[in-house]
């Protein structure tokens, strides 16, 4: 995995805490509340301030002065990416779909074995 693929991970991770994805755990449903979470942060994700807050990231971040062009090159394909993952990766009801709060399964206890 590349280096700036990783840092939008982080991103994604840091974004997820930060609005709320823990809600999943508290006995929402996908129909409910849960589904409204994954929703909502989708449109968080994809706002135009948000990714222009991410490309300045990365540029911050990522980018060093040994890199010829990074900061030119973040601000013009980090943006596209983004949305191309959005679309093909972050679906909402699959997500949850996925979650045992939607399969009726009881939320895993410890890591398989």
């Known amino acids: ?8 991970w982080r991103l ?21 509340g849960a589904w409204k979470v994954w929703t909502g942060l989708r ?3 994809e706002d135009p301030i948000m990714v222009a807050e991410y490309v300045v990231y990365l540029q911050q971040n ?3 002065s040994d890199m010829h062009h990074c900061h030119d ?7 596209a ?3 191309m993952a959005m679309e093909k990766f972050f679906i909402p009801t699959e997500i949850c779909n996925q979650e045992p709060v939607c ?3 009881d939320p895993p206890t410890k890591p398989p074995q």
């Open 103 to 105: 399969t009726g399964e």
């Open 43 to 45: 449109a968080y994700l």
């Open 12 to 32: 994604f991770y840091i974004r997820v805490e930060t609005y709320g994805g823990g809600v999943m755990l508290g006995g929402s449903t996908c129909r409910g």
């Open 1 to 8: 995995m590349s280096s700036l693929l990783r840092s939008e």
């Open 73 to 79: 090159t973040v601000a013009a394909h980090f943006p």
């Open 81 to 83: 990416m983004h949305d």
């Open 62 to 64: 990522f980018c060093t």
